[in-house]
């Protein structure tokens, strides 16, 4: 099983998502996660570390610019959706990263707050 950091620069830039309104709350995130032709057309006109913070979770040992370097995505590669968040949580718990299922936790409680979510 793979391991995988806390890639807090994507906590961050959710965070400022979040507080910048910029997520949506009802989803299907089945058919909203991005494919890999959204990311390849993405990473045609941003960088490799601007692809990065749409990931909460970097594999260990993984080199920096491939794609199999970055676990959890949380977004659309636009806005924070929160279902990306609920599977983040899932698929962290799953694979036994309990740093990551806190962190997108935390950004879940965050987003669910600003939202008026009790």
Known sequence: MATYDVNTA???HARRLIEARQYVLGS?????QHDADAENAFLAKHSWEDYAVWFLGLAEGVDD????RHAFAYGDLRRVH??????CVYRASQWRHKKGELAAHGLLQQLDSLAGIT
């Open 10 to 12: 994507a906590i961050a």
């Open 28 to 32: 299907d995130w089945r058919q909203m």
């Open 65 to 68: 610019e491939t794609k199999a």
């Open 82 to 87: 929160r279902s990306g968040l609920i599977a």
